[in-house]
């Protein structure tokens, strides 16, 4: 099986993580050195430690919520409006957290982004 370098990347993690690594060749073709990658939906950061960015994921909640109540506004209920953020949005702003290890800052962050969504919900007027 033929690997594809140009859609291939390496970053590192570890104490020596801004080192650059002397270059890897697959197939006779360079990789490229990169600070953050996709793999599988979660978008790895290299760091002295393994970490994870979600800076994605709050964008697509942001862009799936605004959809979502731009649809409905004050039409619908706080319970429908609770119902279709937990149904629907939720599950994209948590996606690849059990995957990866969450610091507190990360939990503030997650839930900020979450609070933000619940407080247009109750406090926009009318």
């Known amino acids: 099986m033929a690997v594809n370098a140009k859609k291939s990347a390496y970053l590192r993690f570890g104490p020596r993580y801004k080192n650059a690594c002397a270059s890897v060749m697959v197939c006779g073709r360079p990789v490229n050195w990169v600070t953050s990658a996709r793999y599988l939906g979660v978008y790895l950061e290299n760091s002295f430690t393994f970490k994870c960015s979600f800076d994605v994921n709050k964008a697509k909640f942001y862009k ?3 959809r979502i ?5 004050r039409i619908a209920s706080e ?3 609770f119902a279709l953020i937990k149904g629907k949005c939720l599950p ?5 957290t059990e995957a990866c290890p969450i610091n507190s800052a990360m939990k503030h962050s ?3 982004v979450l609070n933000r969504a619940l407080f247009k919900n109750i406090w926009c007027p009318v």
């Open 69 to 73: 109540f731009g649809k409905i506004g």
């Open 92 to 96: 994209i702003l948590l996606y690849g």
């Open 64 to 66: 799936v919520f605004n």
């Open 110 to 112: 997650l839930q900020f």
């Open 79 to 81: 319970e429908v409006i």
